[in-house]
């Protein structure tokens, strides 16, 4: 099976025969698990039709556009994308970006829905039942080092052709385990919010996480909390106490955090004057900037350049 768009193209494959394009036309029920590498500072994928999948970043950023969804993917972290969605994604940066993307089989997504549900009673009586994996929340988690070891098994794999194609299977179903515990874990943590109903508890979730993601798009935007409760549709009261019960930080340390994120991978990846790195990060004058860089980092943005040049 061979794609015939640009972005397939340029994704390294762990098994040449194993690939998914929806724009030539392949069907996700027909195509098996697969591992895809990327290195590169212009990538652009058009929009696709995607398995369930596992996707990650080495270092700096990548834009998703996801049904009607917009999400910023950073370093450390990691999306998945639910079979069936539509989305797009793209990087633009000056050094180049490495990337992952694990693409589970239609097969495994429905066995490994089963084995989520079954009792070991169930699992011994009905070994090979199907039963469809519910939706993942469109919501970045952290990786461990387990998913990071086994990244890294992935990338030696497809670069260096270190590991049988007779492991694959166990790879792909020891990361499908951790995606699942992640998401139970995040289900865990939304059902101890101190709210009664369970239905409100995940409306309150999805909310939150409405503003989180707002914040990470609009680092150079003044938002204040009356706006990002308008955004949330939640009272200005009601979001500072979630949020930092959810997050562990206020709106406002969350935007300094990744606000400041952003700006030392600017000037890693960028030449451009500290001033409008300031600027793109959200700071209106550049001594604001070099104060809270400095009590965050014990160091300026022009030492902490001078590293990296």
């Known amino acids: ?32 698990n697969n591992a895809f ?27 998703h556009a996801i049904g009607h969804k917009e999400v910023m993917l950073d370093a450390g972290k990691y999306l998945i994308t639910n079979e069936g969605e539509a989305y797009t994604s793209e990087i633009d940066t000056r050094q180049p970006i490495e990337g992952l993307v694990i693409a589970f089989s239609h097969e495994q997504a429905h066995s ?5 549900e079954a009792s ?3 699992l011994l009586d009905n070994p090979f039942r199907k039963t469809s994996i519910p939706p ?16 890294t098994d992935f990338k030696s794999a497809i670069l260096e052709s270190e590991m049988p194609i007779s492991n694959y299977d166990e790879k792909f179903h020891q990361l499908m385990v951790l995606m699942l515990q992640k998401r139970k874990a995040l289900q865990a943590k939304v059902h101890l919010m101190k709210v009664k109903k369970q239905s409100t508890k995940i409306e309150i979730f999805k909310r939150l996480s ?33 949020f930092k019960e959810f997050y562990g930080q206020t709106p406002h340390q969350y935007l300094n955090t990744k606000r400041l994120e952003k700006a030392q991978f600017l000037l890693k990846d960028t030449t451009l004057p500290i001033e409008q790195i300031a ?21 300026s943005p022009s030492v902490f350049r001078l590293s990296f040049f």
């Open 1 to 32: 099976m061979q794609s015939s768009c640009s972005y397939c193209s340029q994704l390294e494959k762990a098994d040449k025969h194993h690939n998914f394009c929806s724009q030539a036309g392949d069907d996700i029920r027909r195509v098996k």
């Open 37 to 63: 590498y990327f290195k590169s500072r212009h990538l652009y994928s058009g929009e696709h039709i995607s398995r369930l999948t596992f996707r990650s970043i080495n270092e700096g950023y990548q834009y």
């Open 112 to 116: 490994m829905g089963y084995y989520l």
């Open 120 to 122: 070991d009673e169930q």
């Open 136 to 151: 993942f929340y469109q919501h970045t988690f952290s990786q461990t080092q387990e998913i990071q070891s086994i990244l």
């Open 210 to 242: 409405t503003g989180k993601e707002y914040i990470d798009l609009h680092l150079d935007k003044k938002i204040n909390l009356s706006e990002l409760s308008r955004i949330c549709t939640l009272s200005p009261f009601h979001l500072l106490r979630m």
């Open 279 to 299: 600027e793109r990060v959200g700071f209106e004058h550049v001594r604001s900037f070099n104060r809270v860089f400095k009590q965050s980092l014990n160091t």
